[in-house]
């Protein structure tokens, strides 16, 4: 089978990246399946790269390989092992019993997701591809992991996109509970593989959480989005003077305090508050009735999953970024996220520029953050580094000294 790519179309392909959308395309053979395996070719006929196919979604194909080799069960253990090979040289293992085991094209398998929770993998299958080898990559990964339990949350809305039907449950042995306990730098998480976000924790702020909670010692804490409570239960570990969280899921927060009593012994609940509620409106309360923090961390939502929904986005983050400057006392710290696509880390830095500006405080950025390295970036492939932060430091506020603590 093949498909024929118009002329000049090919140039992103010589440079190994690995989506084929459909306006590059000239000509698909006819009775292609979804998902089935496609020589891709130049207009001049010449073999470029053997590919998956999507016949409805504008990233009509996406690269297996460019080289002229069979696409099966061999191909796909092959990549397997180097995604486990690549995190155990980044020595994930003696930080977590938690982490991202395959990222999708970043290693070389577009559209899956593989998430390691303690004894249980979860499968997240996003393209007509990877659902076409899904079965095959459910069996190889018993294999070569030796762990026997596969949980499926195939529910992520991008699936629309491909034609596919959300799908969640059980995929390989038994899962007796959706609650699965993990550890992450020596502290415990529960997380809920069924119902939770994402595969059911964001794995990859696990070092930014560590090192947000090296910031957080003898400090009073707003934690902006905080889920299942990962920034707030590692402040309240090193020493927080005080953590308030804050999150509009009823769910995640009542999670939050499960993972707060696992970690007693290391965590003064007492210290910790959490409140319900919308972020936005919270932030504009509080600025109201003139509260201070020491640090404020912001972990939004993906505002801006493409490049069009940037320009809405930087509004958003504008907003709560210039709230939180505003909240904040004389050296105090903000820890500020984007994991949208379409804000990359310069624009972002831009817009936390912005929102200094116009709330009045000279801050200086002491270190730029990413995602972890279980979430690794092919260098063909630069989409895949979607998860920036900045640590910042409030310097001066004209006019507002007298908030100081520190
Ligand atoms: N920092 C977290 C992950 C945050 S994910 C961690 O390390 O685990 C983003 C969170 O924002 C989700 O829990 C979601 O429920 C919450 N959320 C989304 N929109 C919100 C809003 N407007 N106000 C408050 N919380 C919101």
């Not at 977590?96 to 499968?123: F, K, M």
């Not at 899921?249 to 305090?257: E, M």
């Not at 409140?275 to 600025?287: M, P, T, Y």
Request: aromatic share 8%; hydrophobic share 40%; proline share 3%.
């Amino acid at each position: 089978m093949k498909i024929i790519l118009n002329s000049g179309r090919e140039k992103s392909l010589l440079r190994r990246h690995s989506w084929i959308f459909a306006s590059a395309i000239q000509s698909v053979d006819v009775n292609l399946a979804s998902g089935a395996t496609v020589d891709l070719l130049s207009s001049g006929g010449n073999f470029l790269a053997r590919a998956s196919y999507s016949p409805i979604s504008q990233i009509r194909a996406r690269v297996w390989t460019f080289k002229d080799e069979p696409i099966d069960k061999e191909f796909f253990r092959r990549k397997i092992r180097e995604a486990m090979a690549l995190r155990q040289m980044s020595m994930v293992e003696s930080h977590t019993n938690a982490y991202r085991l395959l990222h999708a094209e970043s290693d070389g398998i577009p559209g899956l997701i593989i998430d390691r929770y303690n004894d249980v993998l979860v499968l997240q299958s996003l393209t007509a591809g990877s659902e076409f080898w899904k079965e095959t990559i459910a069996d190889i990964l018993v294999e070569e992991t030796g762990i026997s339990n596969i949980y499926e949350r195939s529910d992520a809305d991008v699936r629309e996109l491909e034609g596919l039907k959300p799908i969640i449950g059980i995929l390989r042995g038994t899962i007796p509970s959706s609650k699965i306990t993990i550890t992450e730098h020596d502290l415990r998480f529960q997380v809920d593989i069924e119902h939770g976000h994402k595969t059911g924790f964001y794995l990859d702020q696990r070092h930014n959480r560590q090192r947000a909670g090296e910031f957080a010692k003898d400090r009073d804490v707003l934690n902006c989005f905080c889920y299942t409570g990962g920034f707030s239960i590692h402040a309240l570990a090193n020493g927080a003077k005080s953590v308030l969280s804050v999150d509009s899921s009823a769910d995640a927060l009542a999670l939050l305090d499960e993972n707060i009593a696992l970690n007693r012994v290391r965590v003064p609940a007492e210290r910790h508050i959490s409140i319900e509620g919308d972020v936005f409106q919270l932030l504009r309360k509080f600025r109201d009735e003139n509260r201070s923090f020491d640090m404020i961390i912001l972990d939004p939502p993906k505002f801006a999953p493409t490049a069009a929904h940037a320009e809405k986005a930087s509004r958003a983050y504008k907003d709560i970024n210039l709230l939180a400057f505003k909240l904040l006392r004389h050296h105090g710290i903000l820890v500020t996220f984007s994991c949208s696509g379409g804000i990359d880390a310069t624009l972002f830095q831009k817009i936390v520029a912005s929102a200094a500006l116009d709330a009045g405080v000279d801050a200086t950025i002491i270190e730029h953050l990413s995602q972890g390295s279980d979430h690794p970036v092919s260098l063909h492939f630069p989409e895949g580094a979607y998860l920036k932060g900045l640590v910042c430091v409030v310097m001066s506020q004209p006019g507002n000294e007298l908030k100081n603590n520190h």
